[in-house]
């Protein structure tokens, strides 16, 4: 990406998002015209793969609040004209570096000031006071942004998963030359260094990609049949990723150097996966615990006992049920719940649930009749009202 890309491209508009959106809005954005315009999904149309690319390169800028804040300063500083020399320079020349103001490293320097290393990683190379082009710097591969959906059992276990991904990569028709027979010229308007020189007023020079050569610094003489003498070419590929135990639903994994090749020797970027988790019949989830509730007859419930309750891949487990458990107590049976970074598991939360039968013979409603009259007591509801009157 060329700081000409943070000066005159507008990234909210290709994601449709206000200039103030939140991180959570940029990625539902995102998210949302990805699936729309995925190569996959949009075979053969080269509009729709643009369009990605486009939505891609903005994300990369706004779902990063480091780059986002610098290219909103970028924005601000020279949306609007560029940079302008105050009063006191006479509408000429004038003694000043702006590698001071942007860093103050150039040439091996270890100068402090200015904007630090915000706008100095952005604009550095960007301005010179001789005019002439500067050589290509080289260029981190694009971040990708991929998603998997797991069962509940993947999700707490962990699981390796195949993920199909598509980014630009050097084409392999031409090794990346860009030219059927692998003999690329060096571009005449740039002479090889990828950049141009335009004056931007007060003995500046502002340097942008060579237009010619689309920043390469190289022109093919008999332009690639596949990748039309860019060099590059969509290219689709499957990785076997590996998904941590104790994932929740909605993560966002990130793999270092997973994502697009570098450029001009430069780091490759990196692959986001967000997860999503399928909800399961039996067991529910809370953090590091697992919740499952258990029902259990009346008699259970008055009396006590032991129960047997299901664990999520293993053997059942044995509770002791205390005599006079109340509908809706919270039991926890230890360590066998989901898995924990340190590699302890979580708890499994049982909620008791005493179960009413719907349809009683005669022998039972007999017994039941003879617990009523044996319990019979006060109303259990009488204070419940005094209470309600008294609020």
Known sequence: ??????????????????????EAEIKKAYRKLARENHPDANKGDDKAEERFKEISEANDVLGDPKRRKEYDEA????????????PGAGGGSFNFDLGDLFGGTQGGGQGGGGFG???????????????????????????IESEVTLSFTEAVDGATVPLRMSSREPCKACSGTGDKNGTPRVCPTCVGTGQVSRGAGGGFSLTDPCADCKGRGLIAQDPCDVCKGSGRATSART??????????????????????????????????????????????????????????????????????????????????????????????????????????????????EVAVPKDLGDKAKEALESYREATAGPDPRAELFQAAKGA
Do not use: C, W
């Not at 000066?7 to 998002?17: A, F, S, T």
């Open 1 to 22: 990406m060329s700081t000409k890309d943070f000066v005159e491209k507008d990234y909210y508009k290709v994601l449709g998002v206000p200039k103030d959106a939140t």
């Open 75 to 86: 924005r601000a500083l020279f949306g609007n004209g560029g940079f302008r020399p105050g």
């Open 117 to 143: 290393g915000g706008l100095g990683d952005v604009f550095g190379g960007l301005f010179n006071r001789g005019g002439a082009g500067t050589r290509t710097q080289p260029r981190r591969g694009q971040d």
């Open 239 to 352: 990785m076997q990723v590996r998904i941590p135990a104790g994932v929740s639903d909605g993560q966002r994994i990130r793999l270092r150097g997973k994502g697009g090749p570098g450029e001009q020797g430069g780091p490759a970027g990196d692959l986001y996966v967000v997860v999503h988790v399928k909800p399961h019949p039996v067991f529910g989830r809370k953090g590091d615990n697992l919740t499952v509730t258990v029902p259990v007859t009346f008699p259970e419930a008055a009396l006590g006992g032991e129960i047997k309750v299901p664990t999520l891949g293993g053997p059942p487990v044995t509770l002791k049920l205390p005599a006079g458990t109340p509908n809706g107590r919270t039991m926890r049976a230890r360590g066998k719940g989901a898995a924990r970074k340190d590699g302890t598991r979580g708890d499994l939360l049982v909620t008791i």
